[in-house]
């Protein structure tokens, strides 16, 4: 939820700054550093963006060549520049950036605030500060201290200190939150997402589960809260910087939109071995898919792929829903889908079903996420680092991993023909194709957003596979552009919600040529006599369902369990251009962040 970055590197003021640029969309309420200088902690922090906080930093060039920095989206207590972090303990000799949710903060506080302790802000985090202080003046070591601070915790946490006590160490810390290290000959550094490091090294350890990480100069050194030392797994990131800058695009959303043929393709390269791995996992199995938001749209397109593909059900399940849905698991696999691999609902959903023995196949963007550690099995999306809040090229491979998945298990288990597999595999590798002549149409969704974006609501309606561009295009749009927009399945319209239908209501339609054309023709129709101003789309040449339509956007005709694919791309770029004609910034939603680390 929030953005921590640290360094111990030359002019590291800088770095920090660039590092949190990097980070924004994990949080952007407020933002704030801590730099030692003289062995002072230099602290500055305020609400509001990045950008304004640069444009006001009075530092007076003060040179700093350590210091950790932070970006919010806030939990416990309002935006403001005291709940800014980093948070320092009453000496001022200790300053702490913090990543998560603490759950145990509020007795600890109480007990600290009878000891004398004052606390200047309403967060959870801070307590990290006074805990570290409070066992520092009863007699431990800083790091002695660090270590009994983690024990006694409970919750999520990632989180970067310094103190004027050890002026040439951060010392990090990590328990379900993301934090990942870097080294080179630039310096080392720590960072919530890989993204923010790649200026300086490719070269880059995921922090393991429960240890503490002591960065010094050209040095990383690993051990448990025990003091047990530990060996820390550097990986070559195959990413470019160019994948997480805008690259002259004017926001990353779109970038990311026009990537979708890269990501595609690269997706569709994954070693068959992690496929096969997967498979295992799903013979005589019962099996549930889980994930949040997007990622739970890619569920249903499972379970109905599974149904059409495989003849097997396959329940779809809310993460946050899971625990309260299910109870038991006998000889079941849940497929977990999160992009970021960091989703609370979605691990939550993960360790419960662990618990009750289901096997865990993990489908995420990002390698050494917490979803990588917890899953039996896992199969990793190529869409490269994903910044725009709004998910699209990852939503996209997700949908690309699960057909894999399914067409491969499908010809194993003789539920598919080799010939059938075949024809359907060689229609798969033409995505990648497909999708660049649709990007190339962009104009004409320009336009059409323009038309439309004054409009107040809007329905996505759709039916069968197609329901899940419905959902997928309608939190698109509300989510960016802050239309209120639902998605529904279109049969189900006239159960309730086509009351609110009057003269000029916006009606997306999902209406490829497949087996639910004739009925959506119908549903159109009845949108229509009440007045609804209709915005299909509709496989090339649909002369039909182009008469009876206000505006249209045409895909090529394909397998119509790959129209969600095709169909995805209009509604993002439609969502896309209605907050920029709305003077939005689509990269930054209100109240949003890329990874919903709370429950
Ligand atoms: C998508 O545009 C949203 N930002 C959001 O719904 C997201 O898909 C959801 O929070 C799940 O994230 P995850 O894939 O990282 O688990």
Redesign the pocket.
């Known amino acids: 939820m929030c953005g921590i970055f640290g360094c111990i590197s030359e002019e590291a003021l800088e770095k920090i700054l660039d590092g949190l640029k990097r980070l924004e969309y994990r949080g952007y309420d407020s933002v704030g550093i801590a730099i030692i200088n003289n062995n002072e902690i230099i602290i500055r922090k305020n609400k509001g963006k990045l950008n304004e906080f640069i444009e006001n930093l009075d530092l007076n060039n003060i040179k700093s060549n350590i210091g950790i920095g932070h970006t919010r989206w806030a939990t416990h207590g309002a935006p403001s520049k005291e709940n800014a972090h980093p948070h320092t303990d009453c000496s001022g000799r200790i300053a702490i950036v913090h990543n998560g949710v603490l759950e145990n903060f509020l007795q600890l506080r109480e007990e600290l605030i009878k000891k004398g302790h004052k606390f200047s802000s309403k967060t959870d985090s801070e307590i990290i500060a006074h805990l570290i202080e409070d066992f520092v003046n009863s007699g431990l070591s800083f790091k002695e201290a660090i270590k009994n601070t983690f024990k006694i915790l409970k919750g999520s946490i990632a989180c970067a200190i310094i103190s004027t006590m050890e002026p040439n160490k951060i010392i990090c810390y990590r328990r379900e939150s993301p934090l990942v290290i870097g080294i080179s000959n630039k310096g080392v550094f720590c960072a919530s997402d890989i993204p923010a490091l790649l200026p300086y090294t490719k070269n880059i350890a995921v922090v393991p589960e429960d240890k503490i990480v002591i960065l010094e100069e050209n040095k990383v050194h690993a051990e448990d809260l025990n003091g047990e030392i530990c060996k820390l797994e550097y990986n070559e990131i195959p990413w470019n910087l160019e994948l997480a800058e805008k690259s002259g695009y004017p926001h990353f959303m779109i970038k990311e939109i026009f990537e979708q043929p890269r990501a595609i393709s690269d997706t569709l390269k994954i070693p068959l071995i992690y496929i096969d791995r997967a498979i295992e996992y799903l013979e005589n199995k019962k099996v549930y898919l889980t994930?949040?938001?997007?990622?739970?749209h890619a569920c249903l397109f499972g379970s109905y792929l599974a149904s059409h593909l495989l003849s097997m059900d396959m329940r779809p399940i809310i993460s946050s829903e899971f625990i309260e849905t299910l109870s038991l698991f006998d000889n079941s696999t849940v497929i977990a889908?999160?992009?970021?691999?960091?989703?609370a609902d979605?691990l939550n959903a993960i360790r419960y079903a662990k618990s009750k023995g289901a096997k865990i196949i993990g489908i995420t963007n990002t390698l050494g996420s917490s979803i990588t550690n917890l899953s039996d099995v896992y199969i990793c999306t190529q869409s490269g680092p994903e910044i725009g809040?709004?998910?699209?090229k990852?939503?996209l491979t997700q949908l690309i991993s699960i057909i894999l998945l399914f067409l491969r298990f499908g010809l194993k288990k003789g539920k598919i023909n080799e010939i059938d597999y075949n024809k359907l595999i060689d229609e798969v590798n033409n995505i990648p194709k497909i999708t660049e002549e649709i990007l190339k149409k962009s104009d004409k969704i320009r336009d059409i957003a323009l038309k439309y974006s004054l409009k107040q609501n809007a329905y996505f309606l759709a039916r069968g596979i197609n329901l899940v561009t419905a959902l997928e295009g309608a939190?698109?749009l509300k989510?960016i552009s802050y239309i209120h927009a639902e998605g529904y399945p279109a049969g189900e319209s006239k159960h309730g919600p086509i009351s609110l239908i009057e003269p000029g209501f916006l009606c997306v339609f999902i209406a490829p040529r497949d087996n639910t054309r004739e009925k959506i023709i119908g549903n159109i129709m009845e949108m229509k006599a009440r007045g609804a101003e209709i915005f299909s789309i509709i496989t090339e040449g649909d002369e039909e369902i182009k008469e009876i339509s206000d505006e249209y956007f045409e895909v090529p005709f394909v397998n119509y369990i790959l129209y969600p694919i095709l169909c995805t791309i209009p509604l993002q770029l439609f969502a896309y251009y209605t907050a920029v004609f709305k003077g939005l910034d689509p990269d930054r939603p209100r109240n949003?962040a890329?990874?919903?680390t709370v429950p």
């Open positions: 994930g949040s938001g997007t990622s739970y889908i999160s992009q970021s691999g960091e989703t979605t809040v709004a998910a699209t990852t939503f939190l698109k989510e949003l890329k990874s919903v």
